[in-house]
């Protein structure tokens, strides 16, 4: 079983840095993308920025292209972990930020069946 597991957020101030991690396990049967995908209240979940499994490609929102990066560490076949470098932030930034596994490279969140629980990012103008 799939399991993912978040971490790194916090209040910042604008203009601030934050990396969150996101830690998977259970990837015993072939390869997942993850994906990073960002809730504000009162707003529908979207996508920020998604990893394919062998880390050699990257997709962003363009509400983040050129501020958020996102990497991925495979050195273990079954554990993962996937960052989400978070530079010049704005207020609008503000969410519950999840990172979510699936088989297909997608901006979608319908096409990954894993999900984390979330962390929450604050930023104060």
């Known amino acids: 079983q799939v399991q993912l597991e978040e971490s790194g957020g916090r209040l910042v101030q604008a203009g601030d840095s934050l990396r969150l991690s996101c830690a998977a396990s259970?990837?015993?049967?072939?390869?997942?993308?993850i994906g990073w995908f960002r809730e504000a209240a009162g707003k529908a979940r979207e996508f920020v920025a998604g990893i394919t499994w062998s880390g050699s490609d990257a997709d962003y929102a363009d509400s983040v292209k050129g501020r958020f990066t996102i990497s991925r560490d495979n050195a273990k076949a079954t554990e993962n972990t996937v960052y989400l470098q978070m530079n010049s932030l704005k207020p609008e930034d503000t969410a519950v930020y999840y990172c979510?596994?699936?088989?297909?490279?997608?901006?979608?969140?319908?096409?990954?069946?894993?999900w984390g629980q979330g962390t929450q990012v604050a930023v104060s103008s």
């Open positions: 979510a596994a699936g088989r297909a490279r997608s901006i979608l969140q319908g096409t990954y069946p894993f």
């Open positions: 259970g990837l015993t049967y072939g390869y997942y993308h």
